[in-house]
């Protein structure tokens, strides 16, 4: 079974940092594209960043650029988001995600249909 399991998130004041942890089970990490995602109470899901298999090229949303990163240690199957400069409006549910992908890929990300799995989903929380 694969499995997807996100920690770290929390209760930050604007202006702190949170880093965010996927541990992957299940699946062949190095062949799988991630992405992390999330949502807002009311809105739509929506991509933060995502990151090739290799970890050789990144994709961020436009309203994260230049504060979160993005990064994967394959030999641990774990993804990773580092999130400076927090915001309010960066409160949400993260989830991390896997695209598998059945050859190598330098793509970071191709839209957000195209991830099979799913984790649970951690809670992130900035006071202004």
């Known amino acids: 079974q694969v499995q997807l399991v996100e920690s770290g998130g929390g209760l930050v004041q604007a202006g702190g940092s949170l880093r965010l942890s996927c541990a992957a089970s299940g699946l062949t990490f190095s062949r799988s594209a991630m992405g992390w995602f999330r949502q807002a109470p009311g809105e739509e899901r929506e991509v933060v960043a995502a990151?090739?298999?290799?970890?050789?090229?990144?994709h961020y949303a436009d309203s994260v650029k230049g504060r979160f990163t993005i990064s994967r240690d394959n030999a641990e199957n774990t993804v990773y988001v580092q999130m400076n400069s927090l915001k309010p409006e960066d409160t949400a549910v993260y989830y991390c995600?896997?695209?598998?992908?059945?050859?190598?890929?330098?793509?970071?990300?191709?839209?957000?249909?195209?991830?099979?799995?799913w984790g649970q989903g951690t809670q992130v929380t900035v006071s202004s």
């Open positions: 995600a896997a695209r598998y992908i059945r050859y190598y890929s330098s793509v970071a990300y191709t839209g957000d249909n195209d991830y099979a799995y």
């Open positions: 990151i090739s298999q290799s970890g050789g090229s990144t």
